[in-house]
């Protein structure tokens, strides 16, 4: 029996993202939505603009939450105090403290509660982590991570206000972080800048955040005045360097329409990546990517069990480092990273 599924909010994540994945999912069943906007196009779904009706729907089993950063701590709460299980879009929250709370919460009501960190799945990260896995690039000295994108005006729209969970570091910063924590683990130290660069600009459009390993430093950074292609990885390790340049294509191929059952869904049509070595030069073409492999593996977690797509564990971490990087800014100095055993 499928899952059956609501969503909270029906805007930019919805759309491009839950709603055709769930769509392609045979486990799921989509049967309400709550929206302040005009009624969503989906179908026979059942449509809502108060959430007391929404959580009053008699079927649910899960409900998405895609609704601006700053309401994910006060709906998901609501969500998990009626028993349902949760996904909530990155960033989990706006605080460690309201994610610490979160997880007491879904604890306390037998409830399963995850994070929607769709870009482990991202081609180029898939492909960078088997390079890493069969050891191609030695021992990693230097990991470079950047998503940077030709901005330079400022829109307006929440994403871009002043507000809490506002900005590039809420934006796409987990998305960077978690990649990182998925590959090398939790940082000993963290230095980070996060910066208003554009004219106008009423919240964070700039970072460059080092994470600091005892053997290898970690760069993370997105820049608003990017005009030319995005370097997107690049690794340097005591036996090669490999670099992948421009963006996954799920997203664009998402927006556009394209099927998940297009066998061209998530595979790189002109991107390659670089491997360098001491024996020469490779072009390795890239993995395809995958993120229908979230709510394919929340679906067995929730009907057969097994691990969930995304644990306590990485989405407390991600919430962590997201503030000690604030902290590193404000305070203007690099931070140690307290023991991960005292955040999850």
């Not at 929206?35 to 196009?41: D, E, F, T, V, Y």
Request: aromatic share 8%.
């Amino acid at each position: 029996m499928a899952l059956k599924v609501g969503i909270i909010g029906f805007g930019y994540a919805a759309q491009t993202f839950h709603f055709p994945l769930l769509s392609h999912a045979a486990d799921y069943e989509l049967c309400a939505v709550l929206s302040s906007q005009a009624k969503p196009l989906v179908g026979d779904v059942q449509h809502y603009t108060e959430l007391e009706d929404f959580l009053k729907h008699p079927s649910l089993d899960v409900v998405i939450i895609t609704a601006p950063n700053s309401l994910h701590y006060s709906l998901s709460s609501q969500v998990l105090q009626r028993g349902l299980h949760l996904v909530v879009e990155k960033p989990m929250t706006v605080t460690l403290a309201q994610a610490q709370h979160l997880y007491a919460l879904a604890a306390a009501n037998a409830c399963t509660l995850t994070v929607f960190h769709n870009r482990r799945w991202d081609g180029d990260f898939l492909t960078l982590r088997a390079a890493l896995d069969h050891n191609r690039l030695g021992a990693v000295k230097l990991f470079e991570s950047r998503f940077d994108r030709f901005r330079p005006r400022v829109r307006d729209r929440w994403r871009e206000n002043a507000g809490a969970g506002a900005g590039i570091w809420f934006d796409l910063g987990p998305h960077l972080v978690d990649q990182a924590l998925q590959l090398f683990g939790w940082p000993i130290q963290i230095t980070a800048r996060l910066q208003a660069q554009r004219q106008g600009a009423q919240s964070v459009d700039y970072f460059h955040v080092q994470l600091h390993y005892p053997d290898c430093e970690v760069v993370l950074h997105s820049s608003p005045h990017c005009a030319g292609p995005v370097h997107r990885f690049r690794v340097e390790g005591s036996a090669g360097t490999l670099t992948i340049a421009d963006l996954d294509p799920q997203e664009a191929q998402l927006k556009a329409g394209l099927s998940l059952d297009d066998p061209q869904f998530g595979v790189s049509q002109q991107r390659r990546a670089r491997l360098d070595t001491a024996s020469g030069t490779e072009s390795p073409a890239l993995e395809r990517g995958n993120y229908p492999a979230f709510y394919r593996q929340l679906a067995r977690a929730l009907t057969v069990g097994g691990p969930l797509p995304v644990t306590r564990r990485d989405a407390l971490s991600v919430m962590a480092l997201l503030a000690l990087a604030e902290q590193s800014q404000q305070r203007g100095m690099t931070l140690d990273c307290p023991d991960l055993s005292e955040i999850v």
